[in-house]
């Protein structure tokens, strides 16, 4: 007995596919980005100001242990703690694992 295959998506029905999730992302992004403004902005510690500062494309959490003279746990910590508000996301550039604001 053979098994028959659903037929596989059309050239058209993936371009409309892709073009309904692009809208819903985008409309996903503003949702987001006006919530942001409407949050009261979350209390920061030195220790996560000074991380945050240094989130700006070009370091790397080794750049951000030489530069704060933290442990590479410590920071690694602090990054976490930033992303959970909000504040920053990673980001690859050239092959390295960067960070930036929000």
């Known amino acids: 007995m053979k098994r028959r295959l659903a037929p596989m998506m059309s050239n058209k029905q993936f371009r409309e596919m892709t073009n309904l999730l ?28 000074k991380i945050l500062k240094l989130c700006d494309h070009k370091n790397t959490i080794a750049d951000m242990v030489t530069k704060t003279g933290k442990t590479d746990n410590n920071v690694k910590v602090t990054l976490t703690q930033l992303r959970r508000k909000g504040l920053i996301r990673s980001v690859k550039i050239k092959n390295k694992l960067v960070y930036e604001k929000i």
Do not use: A
């Open 22 to 49: 692009r809208s819903i992302e985008e409309k996903l992004d503003t949702l987001v980005n006006f919530q942001r403004t409407l949050m009261p902005k979350p209390k920061l510690g030195k220790e996560e100001t």
